[in-house]
């Protein structure tokens, strides 16, 4: 049984309806964003759940080893540091996100030269009344469900397999919910690649349908879902396809608001921008919210290029660069090596990091030196057991306001 679609209920959309418009993701400048991204990684720091996620970028891997900052105009790295490498780090699930999409790219390239039958689908449940982690139970069960019924019918049908590239989106409502009185309402929906290894024209299968039937045999009842709860669009280029699938990693546009979405059920805003009102204080319930998705999704898979378009991918041969005249000349690095004690007295000062990453971004040599004297300085007092971790702290404070570091903030 099957209920009826009503035009009122309808799920919030992108203000684009062509993925065309998604090309470029990339809203603000490189040098920026991964200055953003690393103020963004004290709130994981402060009030992530998980151990594993605490540490990230200001754990020492090896303290018998200077931990090395590198810098050009457009990227900044840290090595000898650990990483958490999980999907709600603004730092680790952006490179996730660029080889996830660079994987997908090629193979969606390669099936495209072949032909094959491609679809870019979105699927979404009711969100309103339901908890975050039973909306993630029922959207994992049901997509699994809807991906086994897929995969059957085009075996049995054209005698071909399928695949499915895959992640889930994570919005969150900003106004407060008439149903159930929160005003941040975390929900979910998944952006889906399907891959048909054959030059098929078109598949008869009612995804709606079969959506809708999935959706109630995980939720064991029927679910009223909204009209466009499964949209489904041909894909004959990427025109940015590959990034807009994996964007909720870490991309540019959904970390700095450029996706803000608005349906009849109010704004919604993205998962990077409550880390934002947390980190800057704007929001009481946000650090809740921000717990409870992180506790939801621990140690779940949610994300996937596929094995078939895994296999596309291995046969993409990249275009030739263009001849030029121009002579390409490539920035050098800017590298800092630091003692692991200057590198902890850096990360616990607020700010701290991303002013130093800064002037050597800016390759500003007066600061470097003195960034270089300050490590030294540091350095020795250590080695001659002269020293407080709370000492060499008021040692990088007072160097930092020197370099015109404008708001130095040790916890205490």
Request: glycine fraction near 4%; hydrophobic fraction near 40%.
């Amino acid at each position: 049984m099957f209920l009826i679609y009503v035009p009122e209920n309808q799920a919030p959309t992108s203000p684009s309806a062509s993925l065309g418009k998604f090309r470029d993701l990339e809203t603000i400048d490189t040098a920026k964003l991964n200055l953003q991204r690393l103020r963004l990684v004290r709130v994981q720091w402060a009030h992530s759940p998980s151990r594993s996620m605490r540490g990230c970028c200001r754990r020492v891997v090896d303290t018998d080893k200077p931990v090395v900052y590198s810098a050009t105009s457009k990227s900044v790295s840290i090595s000898n540091v650990s990483y958490c490498r999980s999907w709600a780090c603004p730092w680790c699930a952006y490179k996730r996100s660029q080889d996830l999409a660079e994987t997908l790219a090629a193979g969606l390239s390669v099936a495209n030269q072949r032909d094959f039958y491609t679809r870019f689908l979105t699927f979404t449940i009711p969100s309103d009344r339901w908890s975050f982690d039973y909306q993630l139970k029922i959207l994992r069960e049901a997509f699994k469900n809807y991906r086994a019924r897929f995969n059957r019918h085009i075996k049995h049908h054209y005698g071909v397999k399928a695949g499915f590239s895959y992640s889930f989106d994570i919005t969150i409502r900003k106004t407060i919910s008439k149903s159930t009185g929160k005003r941040f309402q975390p929900h979910l929906h998944i952006h889906a690649i399907a891959l048909v290894e054959d030059a098929i024209h078109d598949v008869s299968f009612d995804s709606r349908r079969c959506w809708q039937e999935c959706v109630d045999k995980a939720h064991g009842k029927p679910v009223r879902l909204y009209k466009d709860a499964i949209h489904v669009e041909n894909i004959k280029a990427d025109d940015g396809v590959s990034s807009y699938v994996f964007k909720w990693l870490g991309s540019a546009s959904e970390l700095m608001k450029s996706q803000n979405k608005s349906g009849k059920l109010g704004k919604s805003m993205s998962f990077y921008e409550l880390v934002e009102l947390i980190h800057d204080g704007k929001a009481e319930d946000a650090i809740q919210v921000y717990q409870e998705i992180l506790i939801a999704m621990k140690g779940k898979h949610f994300s996937s290029v596929g094995r078939l378009m895994k296999r596309l991918s291995k046969d993409f041969e990249p275009p030739e660069p263009e001849e030029t005249d121009e002579l390409l000349v490539e920035e050098e690095e800017i590298h800092v090596e630091l003692h692991w004690i200057s590198h902890t007295a850096i990360v616990s000062i607020g700010g701290a990091l991303e002013f130093v990453l800064k002037q050597l971004q800016r390759k500003d040599l007066a600061k470097i030196q003195l960034i270089k004297a300050t490590n030294a300085q540091a350095e020795k007092m250590f080695k001659a057991n002269l020293f407080t971790n709370q000492q060499i702290r008021e040692i990088w404070r007072e160097n930092l306001l020197r370099m015109g570091f404008k708001s130095p903030v040790i916890p205490p």
